[in-house]
């Protein structure tokens, strides 16, 4: 008689609101959590100006280049998707799975609704109707408006966006929700459209919560754990 196959478990991850973190300290938690591969799930407001790469963008391309000429810190992602304006106040978020977990099994590129549920829930629970909606595919350089994977919107705006990086151990899925438009940053770095960061971009204090980041943030972090 054949034994029966258990089916891999669901791992539920600690939990932690890290506060205020720089952009480049962010990445590097992301870092050590991925390496350690144990489940976890993080949530911070970051607290400095940044760009932030996917790991397939060069450095040194149009994207990059403009931002360390208006005095940007550029930072390379361990995720894919191209460009991110990183501001004061943007919310974050990270869960670190084991592959062993089927969450982090071969569906997991198209995790974005799973994985970010809490996101949803937390954005709905502050009063704001998020969803994860197809890409909106108008920009080759900046993520939130590009044409692959899935971007959290609100009124048929992006919002936030995330991204996954899978090694041989660990899945790791993070993202971000936008705390305010740069409009002058946002074109010069990322050459984009005024008429394209109006109609499609919005922001936590565009929508009236901007001062509520870090309720947000702990609302966040609770709803991922319970995902």
Same mark, same amino acid.
């Given at each position: 008689?054949?034994?029966?196959?258990? =089916?891999?478990?669901? #791992?539920?991850?600690?939990?932690?609101?890290? !506060? @205020?973190?720089?952009? +480049?300290?962010? %990445?590097?938690?992301?870092?050590?959590?991925?390496?350690?591969?144990?489940?976890?799930?993080?949530?911070?407001?970051?607290?400095?100006?940044?760009? =932030?790469?996917?790991? #397939?963008?060069?450095?040194?391309?149009?994207? !990059? @280049?403009?931002?360390? +000429?208006?005095? %940007?810190?550029?930072?390379?992602?361990?995720?894919?998707?191209?460009?991110?304006?990183?501001l004061p106040g943007d919310v974050v978020w990270s869960i670190v799975l084991p592959r062993t977990d089927p969450r982090a099994g071969r569906g997991f590129i198209e995790g974005y609704a799973t994985l970010g549920t809490g996101v949803v829930r937390a954005l709905r629970e502050h009063g704001l109707d998020a969803t994860w909606s197809p890409p909106i595919g108008s920009s080759s350089e900046y993520c939130l408006l590009s044409g692959r994977g899935r971007v959290l919107t609100v009124g048929g705006r992006a919002l936030g966006g995330a991204a996954q990086h899978l090694t041989s151990g660990?899945?790791?899925?993070?993202?971000?929700?936008?705390?305010?438009?740069?409009?002058?940053?946002?074109?010069?770095?990322?050459?984009?459209?005024?008429?394209?960061?109006?109609?499609?971009?919005?922001?936590?204090?565009?929508?009236?919560?901007?001062?509520?980041?870090?309720d947000l943030a702990r609302s966040i972090v609770r709803h991922l754990v319970a995902t």
């Amino acid at each position: 008689m054949t034994e029966p196959v258990a =089916s891999p478990a669901r #791992a539920t991850p600690c939990a932690m609101d890290e !506060g @205020r973190l720089g952009a +480049e300290a962010n %990445l590097g938690r992301d870092e050590e959590l991925l390496a350690e591969g144990a489940p976890f799930a993080r949530v911070a407001v970051l607290a400095d100006r940044a760009v =932030s790469l996917g790991a #397939a963008q060069d450095p040194d391309g149009p994207t !990059g @280049r403009r931002a360390r +000429e208006l005095g %940007l810190r550029v930072l390379r992602r361990r995720s894919g998707g191209t460009g991110l304006l990183h501001l004061p106040g943007d919310v974050v978020w990270s869960i670190v799975l084991p592959r062993t977990d089927p969450r982090a099994g071969r569906g997991f590129i198209e995790g974005y609704a799973t994985l970010g549920t809490g996101v949803v829930r937390a954005l709905r629970e502050h009063g704001l109707d998020a969803t994860w909606s197809p890409p909106i595919g108008s920009s080759s350089e900046y993520c939130l408006l590009s044409g692959r994977g899935r971007v959290l919107t609100v009124g048929g705006r992006a919002l936030g966006g995330a991204a996954q990086h899978l090694t041989s151990g660990a899945l790791l899925h993070h993202g971000v929700v936008t705390s305010s438009l740069d409009r002058g940053l946002l074109a010069a770095v990322f050459a984009l459209s005024d008429e394209a960061i109006s109609r499609q971009l919005t922001s936590l204090d565009a929508l009236g919560l901007g001062p509520s980041a870090p309720d947000l943030a702990r609302s966040i972090v609770r709803h991922l754990v319970a995902t």
